[in-house]
């Protein structure tokens, strides 16, 4: 059970992350960022970074809660709902 809380828990720092770099762009005048949903480019995110010298780690630190939190979940999918039924 706690796998299932501890990626839900990531998947949301992940995502509270992805709207917190959307919201920013948004406020630099890209009109659709908040809009795009998975075609977001992150390219422009790091450019516009440079120019107003915004650290890099906070958008690593996105991929890396997004990608444990998935991780975690099918981890947690697999260990409590098997797939070889049980015999009685």
């Given at each position: 059970m706690i796998l299932f809380?501890?990626?839900g828990v990531l998947l949301a720092i992940g995502g509270s992350l992805d709207?917190?770099?959307r919201e920013r762009m948004t406020d630099l005048g890209y009109k659709w960022a908040l809009?795009?949903?998975g075609a977001?480019?992150?390219k422009n995110?790091?450019?516009e970074r440079k120019k107003h010298g915004w650290s890099a780690w906070p958008v690593y630190i996105m991929w890396v809660?997004?990608?444990a939190g998935i991780a975690m979940l099918i981890a947690a999918f697999?260990?409590?709902f098997p797939a070889v039924p049980k015999h009685r």
């Open positions: 809380i501890l990626g709207l917190f770099f809009l795009q949903g977001f480019n992150y995110y790091h450019t809660t997004m990608t697999v260990i409590y």
